[in-house]
């Protein structure tokens, strides 16, 4: 079994910075691409961001370009989300999620092409 353990949320003020991890660990495995996605309290889980392993091509939702970066560390088996020029509309609970198989980019931004996902971390920001 695959586990994922976010870390690196917590309370900021707009404007400022917060950095994610994610770690996996349990059986070896070899992700074909990592995500992050988010969900607002009363809303829907959403895409944020996702880096396909082999080539490193990097996906954003429009709300979070130029202002969010992620990366991975393959020999860590770790992907990190640098969440800079933060908003309150970025307060969210953020997840980790990993794919084994491959899949068209076209569906990079759903959550069904995700296999395994962590618990998520809380990142809240304030005015």
């Known amino acids: 079994q695959v586990q994922l353990g976010e870390s690196g949320g917590g309370l900021v003020q707009a404007g400022g910075s917060l950095r994610l991890s994610c770690a996996a660990s349990g059986r070896t495995f070899s992700s074909y691409a990592m995500g992050w996605f988010r969900q607002a309290p009363g809303k829907e889980r959403e895409f944020v961001a996702a880096?396909?392993?082999?080539?490193?091509?990097?996906y954003y939702a429009d709300s979070v370009k130029g202002r969010f970066t992620i990366s991975s560390d393959n020999a860590k088996n770790t992907v990190y989300l640098q969440m800079n020029s933060l908003k309150p509309e970025d307060t969210a609970v953020y997840y980790c999620?990993?794919?084994?198989?491959?899949?068209?980019?076209?569906?990079?931004?759903?959550?069904?092409?995700?296999?395994?996902w962590g618990q998520g971390t809380q990142a809240t920001v304030s005015s």
């Open positions: 999620a990993a794919a084994v198989s491959s899949f068209s980019i076209r569906r990079v931004r759903i959550t069904t092409s995700y296999d395994y």
């Open positions: 880096i396909i392993r082999s080539s490193g091509n990097e």
